[in-house]
């Protein structure tokens, strides 16, 4: 087995940059917010630092996923609705049949993401992106919370 340490980088935080990203979903699904978070980072010239990333809601979260094959994200929707599907014996049922599998789909998805920033870009895969995932039927409009801690141009 072979493992490689790159070079260190250090930087001294001093900058902490928060903004609110407004996302409009168009019901079950993954909405890229890739470059939407990127613009964000360059609006706060960041360079070094960590990107944090927050759902401010219970019924949707976040992802980081493959943003080449869309087929993909259709896979990922029929899974999580198989692990929680609306049929299933719920308690909780004010907010409709899709909405305490939404819950279910958040608990297991997560609602924060820490990304590292490099040289002012994300620090993602070649083939990552970050996604708004939203687990109820119809439309809503979320809103993520991102901050940068770290240094700055």
């Given at each position: 087995m072979s493992v490689?340490?790159?070079?260190?980088?250090?930087?001294?935080?001093?900058?902490i940059a928060t903004a609110?990203?407004?996302?409009?979903?168009?019901?079950?699904?993954?909405?890229?917010?890739?470059?939407?978070?990127a613009g964000f980072l360059a609006a706060a010239k960041a360079t070094q630092?960590?990107?944090f990333i927050f759902m401010r809601h219970t019924s949707a979260s976040?992802?980081?996923?493959?943003?080449a094959?869309?087929?993909?994200?259709?896979?990922?929707?029929?899974?999580?609705?198989?692990?929680?599907?609306e049929d299933g014996d719920w308690v909780h049922d004010v907010g409709g049949p899709d909405d305490m599998p939404a819950h279910v789909k958040?608990?297991?998805t997560g609602v924060s993401l820490h990304v590292p920033v490099r040289d002012g870009t994300?620090?993602?895969?070649?083939?990552?992106?970050?996604y708004v995932a939203e687990h109820r039927a119809r439309p809503h409009?979320?809103?993520?919370?991102?901050q940068f801690i770290g240094s700055k141009s």
């Open positions: 490689e340490l790159s070079a260190i980088v250090s930087a001294v935080p001093e900058s609110s990203l407004m996302v409009a979903t168009s019901g079950a699904g993954f909405t890229e917010i890739t470059r939407e978070v630092g960590i990107l976040l992802v980081i996923q493959e943003n094959d869309p087929d993909v994200r259709t896979d990922l929707v029929a899974a999580l609705a198989r692990l929680a599907p958040t608990m297991l994300l620090a993602l895969g070649t083939w990552q992106g970050i409009r979320r809103e993520v919370v991102l």
